[in-house]
Every structure is written in C-alpha cells, then in structure tokens.
C-alpha cells in the first residue's frame, strides 16, 4: 500500500473489564493517544461500574466518540438499543463524575449526548454494515473511518488534543504570573520590615558631638580673619552666656553614661535585638517557608549568627555636608556670634566628641524618632540640647541636620540588614527564582495560547 495513504491506524485494545488488571492499564494508556475513540459494549454490562468508569475517562479526553452497542436482540433491535441510550444517558446525568469539564468548556456528560450512537443486532457472522446509527442524520459506520466524515472528525480530533495542549501550557503560565506576583508581593514586604528596623534605629539616636565639631570647624574657616579678632560687647555676652551657661550646666549633671553611648556599640545591640524580631516576623509571614524552607529554625540560627559577626558599615559625611552652607550662611547673618566658639567647644566636650551619639530613647521610650520628638517626649538631654541650639540660633540647623542623619544613616543600616540578614536567608533565593520566571515572560505565554484560540482554534 502506498504509504501516503496510510493514514489511518484501528487499534484493539484489550477488554477495560476482565479479570487481568494488566488489560485495564493498557487499555487506559492507549485512549490518552487516541484520537478517535471506538467505545464498544454488550447490553448486559453498559452500566457495570468498570465500563462507566472507562466510558467517562473516555468522555474527557477523546477527540471524537462513537458509542456502539453490540449482540443487542435480533428482535426488536432498534427500540431496544434506543432504550439502552436513554437509559443510559439517565444514569450518567446523575453522576458526579460526568460534570468534570472538559478542554473545550463542554462537561462529560455533554460530550457524550453529542457522540453518534450505532448499534448491531446479534449475529453469528462479522459483517460491518450489520452496524446501525440509534439516530437519524448520523453518519455511516464505515464513513467514520474512510471518507469526508472521516478526515473532518480526525482534524476535529488533532484540535481537541492541541486545545488540551494549549489549556495545560495556560495553567503553567498562570500558575507560573502567580507565583511571581507571590514573590515580589513577598520582598516588597521584607523590604519594608527592613526599612522600618532601620528607621527606628537610625531615629532613636543622635550625633550631636559630631553636629557640634562640624560646626566649629566651619565657623573657623568661614569668618573673615579681622573679624575673629573682634569681641562681642559685654553687654551681649553677659546675656549670651548666662543663659548658655545655665543650659551648659544643666547638660554637666546629666548622667552621661546613660545619656551618651558610643554609636557603633548603640547600634550593635539594637540591631541584633532587631533581628530576633525580624526573623520571628518573616517566620510568621511565610510560614510555609518555616517548616522545611528557606526560615527553618537551624538556617535562621546559622545566619543570624553570621550577621552578628559583621562590621557594621561607618556613617558617611554626606549628612554634614548638607548643613556646611546653613552653617556659613549664619556666620554671615550673626557675625558676631562667632565669639561663641567657646561655649561650643564646651559644648563638644560634656557631648563627648564625635565618637558619642545622644541616646534618645533613654527617656520618653522607643517610639519617639529624633531630637524634636525626644525632647517633645521628655527626653531632658535632647531637650538640653534644642534649648542651647534655640539659644545660639542655630535650631533650624540642628533640625536639618538631624532629619538628614536620620534618612542617611537609615538607608546605611536597611542596606546593611538587607546584605547580610535578608538576602542570605531569602532574598537572594526568591529573587533568582523571580528573575527566572520574568525571564520566561508568563505573560507572552499567555496572550500567545489565547492567539491560537482565537484564530487557530475557532477558525478565525
């Protein structure tokens, strides 16, 4: 035969309902690559669980189903197959299993009422046109298998399988946009827990000394030479300095162990306390992550403890920089408050120098950010300190200043939590996974299957 006519293949496949539990294996097998099923059944066995059970996994995935009942009674065959059909389209009616739906919408029980029914009454010999549609306007047996019938309902076979095809590749992709919108929604949330930690830490300290050095030094370099020989008259110093002296004498009383802390050893401690907490609320967060992920207890424990052992990254200068010209402008309107370099340089001193931050949660608690809300709060060093600042009239300074410490030292410590806390424990790994399926672009997958079932699949 000639090989381009060879294109069509009658398997038999073994009994779905003997004995030998091999056969209904293979017989499961072979309809999941079939394209035309052949369903064939004696009417004393068309409602046995075994044959409804195979006649619905035929249902959901045959491209085309032709129903055919066989050894049916010579006599009175027709009305007795017809009988058989809706006796069985009764039965399956109520039967859950036949409302799974199928790839192209329709449910399983849909399918079957639209299948061509045949029939063949008993015989002691084979002959094909012994089969007989339950239906008028059905198709000739034989059409099925040669003919015009023949090629349309393999063609509507091959867009079957390809429409189950396209409906598996759309879940993937859905499944794969939620996933990525899982994971972004997922860092975003870690990432505000960062910043918020190191917000608050950043807010709940103050460097005053280091405010109080840069100040001096541009004022040095900023004042005319004549000018810095120059004395303020005594009546303005001996107002100046009284008041600046009581502040200064006040500030002499505090304790400075509890007021002033050294920043790097300040930060440490509030920062391994904040860990603890981040870590129990990102366990929390993700909890499907908790038990056998990526925030298990001993992977949690191994990086917090590597965390611990890192330097913790040294302020940089941009916050002073901000001030140097607010600082100059205020030589220039108060020239002769330059002579207070003095009280300053005092000033520097009871603040320990650069190396001591005020400690602004000490009083008023943890939930006050900076040296405004401190001293709001009843923080009797931040409040010291905004009253020698107002006294100098540099308040607007020191309020700048401390906005630009805040949000610098901010972003230094949220990227310091997020390099040596977030990243190793979850970060690095659910954005490797989110770059991965970016990469695959879902989207483009989708809009592609919903083209082929526009224009490929209806014909369009």
């Known amino acids: 035969m000639d090989a381009c006519l060879a294109w069509l293949i009658l398997v038999d496949v073994p009994d779905f309902n003997t004995v030998e539990r091999q056969n209904w294996d293979k017989a499961e097998k072979m309809l999941r690559r079939s394209e035309t099923v052949i369903f064939v059944v004696h009417p004393e066995a068309y409602k046995d669980e075994a044959v409804v059970s195979q006649l619905h996994a035929c249902c959901c995935h045959a491209g085309f189903l032709a129903y055919v009942l066989t050894k049916v009674p010579s006599e009175n065959a027709f009305s007795t197959a017809e009988e058989i059909w809706r006796d069985l389209m009764k039965f399956v009616k109520h039967d859950p299993r036949f409302q799974a739906t199928r790839a192209d919408g329709r449910t399983a029980e849909t399918f079957l009422e639209s299948a061509v029914a045949y029939f063949a009454p008993r015989s002691s010999s084979l002959n094909i046109q012994q089969i007989q549609p339950m239906h008028a306007g059905s198709?000739?047996?034989?059409?099925?298998?040669?003919?015009?019938?023949?090629?349309?309902?393999?063609?509507?076979?091959?867009?079957?399988?390809?429409?189950?095809?396209?409906?598996?590749v759309a879940l993937l992709a859905e499944s794969a946009l939620e996933t990525q919108r899982s994971l972004e929604q997922a860092l975003e949330l870690v990432e505000g827990r960062l910043s918020m930690v190191g917000q608050r830490i950043a807010g709940l300290q103050f460097p005053a000394g280091e405010l109080v050095e840069t100040i001096i030094q541009t004022i040095k370099t900023s004042r005319p030479r004549w000018l810095r020989m120059i004395s303020l008259p005594l009546s303005s110093v001996a107002g100046l300095f009284s008041s600046t002296k009581a502040l200064l004498a006040r500030l002499r009383s505090r304790d400075h162990k509890q007021m002033l802390k050294d920043r790097a050893v300040l930060e440490k401690e509030r920062l391994i306390?904040?860990?603890?907490?981040?870590?129990?609320?990102?366990?929390?967060?993700?909890?499907?992550?908790?038990?056998?992920?990526?925030?298990?207890?001993?992977?949690?424990?191994?990086?917090?403890?590597?965390?611990?052992?890192?330097?913790?990254?040294?302020?940089?200068?941009?916050?002073?920089?901000?001030?140097?010209?607010?600082?100059?402008?205020?030589?220039?309107?108060?020239?002769?408050?330059?002579?207070?370099?003095?009280?300053?340089?005092?000033?520097?001193?009871?603040?320990?120098?650069?190396?001591?931050?005020?400690?602004?949660?000490?009083?008023?608690?943890?939930?006050?950010?900076?040296?405004?809300?401190?001293?709001?709060?009843?923080?009797?060093?931040?409040?010291?300190?905004?009253?020698?600042?107002?006294?100098?009239?540099?308040?607007?300074?020191?309020?700048?200043?401390?906005?630009?410490?805040?949000?610098?030292?901010?972003?230094?410590?949220?990227?310091?939590?997020?390099?040596?806390?977030?990243?190793?424990?979850?970060?690095?790994?659910?954005?490797?996974?989110?770059?991965?399926?970016?990469?695959?672009?879902?989207?483009?997958?989708?809009?592609?299957?919903?083209?082929?079932?526009?224009?490929?699949?209806?014909?369009?």
């Open 139 to 168: 198709p000739d047996f034989t059409s099925l298998l040669k003919g015009h019938s023949g090629i349309q309902i393999y063609w509507s076979n091959l867009l079957e399988t390809a429409g189950s095809g396209i409906s598996s």
């Open 273 to 460: 306390e904040a860990v603890e907490v981040l870590v129990a609320q990102w366990r929390s967060d993700f909890s499907s992550e908790s038990m056998h992920g990526l925030l298990k207890v001993d992977n949690c424990r191994r990086v917090v403890a590597a965390f611990a052992e890192k330097q913790l990254p040294e302020p940089h200068s941009e916050w002073k920089k901000a001030i140097h010209q607010d600082v100059q402008r205020w030589v220039q309107k108060n020239p002769w408050y330059g002579s207070v370099l003095g009280t300053l340089s005092e000033m520097l001193v009871l603040l320990g120098g650069a190396a001591l931050v005020l400690d602004l949660a000490f009083s008023g608690g943890l939930t006050h950010l900076g040296v405004g809300a401190a001293a709001g709060a009843g923080s009797v060093g931040a409040g010291t300190v905004l009253k020698l600042f107002e006294e100098l009239k540099m308040k607007d300074i020191l309020e700048k200043a401390d906005r630009k410490w805040r949000t610098q030292r901010a972003h230094e410590l949220t990227d310091h939590l997020r390099k040596h806390l977030a990243d190793p424990l979850v970060g690095n790994a659910w954005r490797d996974k989110l770059n991965k399926i970016i990469a695959a672009d879902p989207s483009a997958c989708l809009r592609a299957c919903e083209s082929l079932r526009t224009h490929w699949m209806t014909g369009k």
